[in-house]
């Protein structure tokens, strides 16, 4: 009883793609479950995934036309409605929200305030602050049918635990492609139309949260993204 398992998957937070994570934790595991989800500036996140797909060969350099083939690259970015399916079967107290940008400034500081809501020791919470994991730009990825069998459930399950670690380093470096540059970012027009949709999920998340403001302030995420962020534009409710 006195051991903390954990364990972490982007799968949890899909709605509306991939559902039931919040039932099936329920049933499976005790109900003090402590539930830690990690969001960044919505928009930022969209360009993110979306150089993601590129470099692995899913999808073309154009974000506007990949978004409009791919609903997921903008769901995945309604963290309210990502939360509220887990406080429908969790308490409030259960989930703690972290801001990326926050954790990035201050890594220990964000971890010991981790590992005390957790009820372990903040001074066991060492945060390396230099390290930087899962970054897209110079990364080895594997593209087209190498992909589909790294992912792959039998290689999941069995071969990337099984096969030694020099034959992984062998096959990356003959195999693997380094991803491309960097495509253009979204224009001023398509980066209005996100924020149409997603700052509502931002104040939305707030208020599910109980946090009197938002994680992140509209002309914050306009001067970040914008070309022209000083334009005229209607404020939104």
């Given at each position: 009883d006195d051991q903390l398992a954990g364990e972490a998957s982007t799968g949890y937070t899909k709605v509306p793609w991939e559902t039931g994570a919040p039932e099936r934790a329920k049933k499976l595991l005790r109900p003090d479950l402590k539930l830690l989800y990690i969001v960044r500036d919505p928009i930022a996140r969209v360009v993110s995934q979306h150089y993601h797909q590129h470099s692995a060969g899913r999808t073309g350099r154009d974000i506007a036309r990949a978004i409009e083939s791919d609903q997921r690259l903008v769901d995945y970015s309604r963290y309210a409605t990502q939360v509220a399916q887990w406080l429908d079967h969790y308490e409030r107290d259960q989930l703690c929200v972290v801001k990326f940008e926050d954790f990035i400034a201050d890594r220990a500081g964000i971890m010991e305030g981790v590992f005390a809501w957790m009820g372990l020791d903040p001074a066991l919470a060492g945060a390396d602050e230099d390290a930087s994991h899962n970054r897209?730009?110079?990364?080895?990825?594997?593209?087209?049918?190498?992909?589909?069998?790294?992912?792959?459930?039998?290689?999941?399950?069995?071969?990337?635990?099984?096969?030694?670690?020099?034959?992984?380093?062998?096959?990356?470096?003959?195999?693997?492609?380094?991803?491309?540059?960097?495509?253009?970012?979204?224009?001023?027009?398509?980066?209005?139309?996100?924020?149409?949709?997603?700052?509502?999920?931002?104040?939305?998340?707030?208020e599910l949260l109980g946090r009197p403001e938002p994680m992140w302030s509209l002309q914050d995420l306009r001067d970040r993204h914008l070309t022209s962020p000083d334009r005229e534009k209607a404020p939104r409710a």
């Open positions: 897209s730009d110079g990364k080895m990825v594997a593209t087209g049918g190498l992909r589909r069998f790294v992912r792959s459930g039998a290689y999941q399950r069995y071969g990337r635990r099984l096969t030694p670690v020099w034959i992984k380093d062998a096959a990356r470096s003959v195999f693997y492609k380094k991803a491309p540059p960097r495509p253009p970012a979204p224009s001023d027009e398509m980066v209005e139309r996100l924020l149409d949709e997603l700052w509502p999920e931002v104040v939305r998340l707030s």
